[in-house]
T-cell receptor, first 112, second 113 residues
């Protein structure tokens, strides 16, 4: 699986958009970009995933650059409950047999 | 609907002992994966089971083993416990083996003393 690079920490004001970047310059053609988050003392929570196109769901939006070497997770209106560690993961989708390779992630702190 | 349930939530074991952790997936989910999360690190993949067969294994010693039952629940066994096995053990379930989104339980916190 390709390696990802994320900033170790970010801050965001409540109500503002949180934009979390991820670099994955060695991503291969069949690899998806996944985002999970982990709130303290809980298991990771799936947020969103994408291959080439931008994706949006009720939780967030995922913007993938045209060359697929980087992506941004956008939380449009961050709340205090969005404070968590956010993991960007690259993997081969349906062939990965449950193996998600987590890195260190980004600690997002949302301030009042 | 109940999510992924893990038991026990916490336990303390002595070095050299054996431990069994249990996981019940979401109803209808046939795939179960196990992860180890050491304090301050991201989760590390241990095993995946699908339809009672091992489909993936991470870089863990043979002291770690697992199985999946006909009802798709799963057990993770760790023998000859070391201090370094102290961690949060997470179980994740998905509908099929190659799903795109996994649902994690809250984990079992294992402390080895």
């Amino acid at each position: 699986d390709a390696k990802t690079t994320q900033p170790p920490s970010m801050d965001c004001a409540e109500g503002r958009a949180a934009n979390l970047p991820c670099n994955h310059s060695t991503i291969s053609g069949n690899e998806y970009v996944y985002w999970y988050r982990q709130i303290h003392s809980q298991g990771p929570q799936y947020i969103i995933h994408g291959l080439k196109n931008n994706e949006t769901n009720e939780m967030a939006s995922l913007i993938i650059t045209e060359d697929r070497k980087s992506s941004t997770l956008i939380l449009p209106h961050a709340t205090l409950r969005d404070t968590a560690v956010y993991y960007c993961i690259v993997g081969a989708g349906g062939t990965s047999y449950g193996k998600l390779t987590f890195g260190q992630g980004t600690i997002l702190t949302v301030h009042p | 609907d109940a999510g992924v349930t893990q038991s026990p939530t916490h336990l303390i074991k002595t070095r050299g002992q054996q431990v069994t952790l249990r996981c019940s997936p979401i109803s209808g989910h046939k795939s179960v994966s196990w992860y180890q999360q050491v304090l301050g690190q991201g989760p590390q993949f241990i095993f995946q089971y699908y339809e009672k067969e091992e489909r993936g294994r991470g870089n863990f010693p043979d002291r770690f083993s697992a199985r999946q039952f006909p009802n798709y629940s799963s057990e993770l066994n760790v023998n000859a416990l070391l201090l370094g096995d102290s961690a949060l053990y997470l179980c994740a379930s998905s509908l099929v083996a190659g799903d795109y989104g996994y649902t994690f339980g809250s984990g079992t916190r294992l402390t080895v003393v």
